[in-house]
C-alpha cells in the first residue's frame, strides 16, 4: 500500500468568517471574497485530516459551498490551475 501525501484542498464556506471562527482552521489561509463567502486553503497529510476537517465544518453550523482538490505538481502549476467555477460545477444549488 502506498504512503499518503498531502494534498491541498480548497474550501469554499457561505459567509465571512471572523477571526474566532478562522482561528479554529489554523491549517488553513483565509480569504474573503467579495460574493461575502469565505475560502480556506490548505495542505492536508491524508483523507483522515481532510474528514476532521469537514467535521469541524459541520459541528459549527458552517455551509460548505464547495470543496476541491488542488492538483500541483511544481511550484508554478498553482498559478495554472483549472478556474473555480470548471471545478465547483456540481457543487452550486439547483
Do not use: K
Not at 5 to 28: D, M, V, W
Not at 62 to 84: F, H, K, M, N, Q
Amino acid at each position: 500500500m502506498a504512503a499518503a501525501t498531502a494534498r491541498t484542498y480548497e474550501l469554499r464556506l457561505e459567509r465571512q468568517l471572523g477571526p474566532a471562527i478562522t482561528a479554529l482552521f489554523p491549517e488553513f489561509s483565509v480569504a474573503h471574497c467579495d460574493d461575502g463567502t469565505t475560502i480556506l486553503q490548505g495542505s492536508l497529510p491524508d483523507q483522515a485530516a481532510l474528514h476532521g476537517t469537514l467535521a469541524r465544518v459541520r459541528d459549527l453550523n458552517l455551509v460548505l459551498v464547495g470543496l476541491r482538490r488542488i492538483e500541483c505538481t511544481t511550484a508554478s502549476a498553482a498559478s495554472t490551475r483549472a478556474p473555480a467555477d470548471a471545478a465547483d460545477r456540481g457543487t452550486e444549488p439547483a
